[in-house]
């Protein structure tokens, strides 16, 4: 499966963006789509997941109650909503998939894909 990241931008703190991941190739739903995301400098950190077999996300603590990941898996789309952005949300945002995995979710090493990136600049 090949994976295309997009809608990522520069938005003010408090703002709001949609980020999209669309898939190539058949059996999107059979994935889980994680995103992860690497500010300047710093490591890859996990951002939150969807798995293939269930539908309710799982966030990491810093971003819990303001993001949120929604699949349709008509559109071979996976979303990350990001409202109330923070100066801190700064980075480059990836989107992986790895095919009727319910592992460990938030080691990146344990998706098989991978899309180029989208940047999201969050200003104070």
């Known amino acids: 499966v090949q994976l295309q990241a997009s809608g990522g931008g520069l938005v003010q703190a408090g703002g709001s963006l949609r980020l999209s991941c669309a898939a190539s190739?058949?059996?999107?739903?059979?994935?889980?789509v994680g995103w992860f995301r690497q500010a300047p400098e710093k490591e890859r950190e996990f951002v939150g997941t969807?798995?293939?077999?269930?539908?309710?996300?799982v966030l990491t603590d810093p971003v819990k109650g303001r993001f949120t990941i929604s699949r349709d898996d008509a559109k071979n789309t996976a979303y990350l909503q990001m409202n109330n952005l923070k100066p801190e949300d700064t980075a480059v945002y990836y989107c992986?998939?790895?095919?009727?995995?319910?592992?460990?979710?938030?080691?990146?090493?344990?998706?098989?894909?991978w899309g180029q990136g989208t940047q999201v600049t969050v200003s104070s």
């Open positions: 969807i798995r293939w077999n269930l539908r309710s996300p």
């Open positions: 992986s998939a790895a095919q009727y995995y319910s592992g460990n979710l938030n080691y990146a090493g344990d998706y098989e894909y």
């Open positions: 190739g058949r059996s999107f739903s059979t994935y889980t």
